[in-house]
């Protein structure tokens, strides 16, 4: 049984004339008999009655009507789905992201890319850099937004932020007032940081920005997201060097001043597992690559840039 028998079975069904039928389908009558035939063959009951007085569905003809139509329907839902699919326009992405994308762009990011694809859905995990990288390796994750651009070569990325890095302190700090601070001014002052083990690469920026000032950080505290970080800083519990979105946190008791020497940049990067035929994924990458939703683009006017 092929899906063409059905179709000549359906229009048949309903013209219930060989002539008729056979024009619709813009074959000749001879076809359209063979293939009734081979259909009932198949089958293996008569569908049609055929006499002088005309066609007429038998009363499994009626019965088969019923399961031909489903069946046919079934056939074009799953077309336009592998299309849909093929085109990206539906599936389920999995997004990992570090705490402080939430005022980096991923809100906007998802909006804009939710209001292009309403089929895809999309599941976001909060994780740190290390553990989207193990997540994106095992195929647990499809993209992530991570803190390092340091990745295996299985996985691919693309710059989805870049912003300065400023000092973060207790409201009631002496520096607080001062409209820049200099990173000479917080030797000896105990600092709160980004944990090695969750991400290394902040955690060996801040320590390099640090010695490039002529002292080390004093460590009291690693905690494993930013948010920590700002929180433990608003009570008082030491400085910190931060991403300059964490202003927007909103954070009470923590004040945020720009450092008054050039750093390098805080930058957040949009990784994935370099596996073909993922179109949902590559639609999501290339949105956020383009910067859309963003009203700026990646990140204080950076561009794109990719990873070899």
């Known amino acids: 049984m092929e899906f063409r028998h059905l179709r000549y079975f359906l229009v048949l069904a309903?013209?219930?004339?060989?002539?008729?039928?056979?024009?619709?389908?813009?074959?000749?009558?001879?076809?359209?008999?063979?293939?009734?035939?081979?259909?009932?063959?198949?089958?293996?009951?008569?569908?049609?009655?055929?006499?002088?007085?005309?066609?007429?569905?038998?009363?499994?003809?009626?019965?088969?009507?019923?399961?031909?139509?489903?069946?046919?329907?079934?056939?074009?839902?799953?077309?336009?789905?592998?299309?849909?699919?093929?085109?990206?326009?539906?599936?389920?992405?999995?997004?990992?992201?570090?705490?402080?994308?939430?005022?980096?762009?991923?809100?906007?990011?998802?909006?804009?890319?939710?209001?292009?694809?309403?089929g895809i859905e999309v599941a976001l995990t909060e994780l740190n850099s290390q553990e989207q990288i193990d997540a994106l390796l095992h195929g647990q994750l499809d993209a992530g937004f991570v803190h390092t651009r340091h990745l295996p070569d299985e996985l691919g990325a693309i710059l989805a932020h870049s912003e300065s890095f400023v000092c973060c302190m207790p409201q009631d700090h002496a520096l607080a007032t001062r409209p820049a601070v200099a990173l000479a001014e917080l030797r000896g002052e105990p600092f709160v940081l980004f944990s090695r083990k969750a991400s290394p690469d902040y955690y060996n920026r801040i320590f390099e920005m640090c010695a490039a000032q002529g002292f080390y950080p004093q460590i009291r505290h690693e905690v494993r997201h930013w948010l920590s970080v700002v929180s433990l800083v608003s009570q008082g519990m030491g400085v910190a060097v931060v991403p300059a979105a964490l202003q927007r946190s909103g954070m009470a008791g923590a004040a945020f001043r720009p450092l008054a020497e050039s750093t390098v940049p805080s930058e957040v990067y949009c990784a994935w597992k370099l596996t073909p035929d993922h179109p949902a994924r590559e639609r999501f990458v290339e949105m956020v690559g383009q910067g859309q939703g963003l009203p700026d683009g990646p990140g204080d006017g950076v561009g794109v840039s990719g990873l070899p």
């Not at 002088?52 to 799953?78: I, K, N, Y």
């Not at 990206?88 to 992201?97: D, P, S, T, Y």
């Open 14 to 118: 309903e013209e219930l004339h060989f002539g008729r039928a056979a024009r619709r389908l813009a074959i000749s009558q001879p076809p359209l008999s063979l293939n009734i035939q081979q259909l009932e063959a198949s089958v293996g009951a008569r569908l049609f009655e055929r006499d002088s007085r005309g066609v007429r569905l038998t009363a499994a003809g009626r019965a088969f009507r019923e399961s031909a139509t489903a069946l046919l329907a079934q056939a074009e839902e799953a077309r336009l789905l592998a299309r849909q699919i093929e085109a990206g326009a539906v599936g389920r992405l999995r997004v990992g992201f570090v705490g402080s994308m939430l005022y980096r762009g991923l809100p906007e990011h998802l909006r804009a890319f939710q209001a292009r694809y309403p």
